[in-house]
């Protein structure tokens, strides 16, 4: 291959890192976007907050999720422990089954449309999860970035060697 080849194939080279340090950074941002959504009703769930009652499953609807598994929509009734409240249409949203329909499961009414939130759904663990894995994307993608632009600065990614095509 002629010595230019060879310069845009590493030119083309370091745009995808760049790249892929780009969306590293931007797939950690939106993980931490998502904490941060989720913590107050994570919070609420953990600290026993809410109208405590009974969620009892009718229906749900499955798509799968990037990690392999499903994430459901469980559609139900609501009905809290001293039926104050009663919500015939409230659903949770969990990738945690196994569920059953018409079984019936303790959760929390945080006053907030018809969701209701399971008490053993593990939605604070998620939210925990979340705040270490988006922030660690993040400063993988700004250290990769960094570093390859350290690197070209230096005039490439390898060292030359004796015999590399790229002296000629």
């Avoid at 799968?64 to 009905?79: D, H, N, T």
């Amino acid at each position: 291959m002629p010595v230019g080849a060879w310069g845009r194939v590493e030119q083309l080279a370091r745009l995808g890192r760049i790249a892929l340090a780009v969306v590293l950074a931007l797939g950690g941002l939106l993980i931490l976007a998502e904490a941060l959504h989720n913590l107050p009703a994570a919070l609420s769930v953990a600290r026993g907050e809410g109208a405590a009652g009974v969620f009892t499953t009718n229906a749900v609807d499955c798509t799968p999720s990037g990690r392999g598994g499903e994430l459901c929509a469980w559609s139900g009734q609501f009905v809290s422990a001293d039926d104050a409240v009663v919500i015939e249409d409230a659903w949770v949203e969990t990738d945690k089954p196994p569920y059953e329909l018409d079984e019936e499961y303790p959760a929390r009414f945080l006053g907030v449309g018809d969701q209701v939130h399971l008490v053993n759904g593990g939605e604070f663990g998620d939210v925990i999860l979340m705040f270490a894995i988006g922030p660690a994307l993040m400063a993988a993608g700004v250290w990769y970035f960094l570093y390859e632009r350290r690197q070209q600065g230096r005039g490439g990614r390898h060292s030359r060697r004796r015999g590399d095509a790229r002296e000629s």
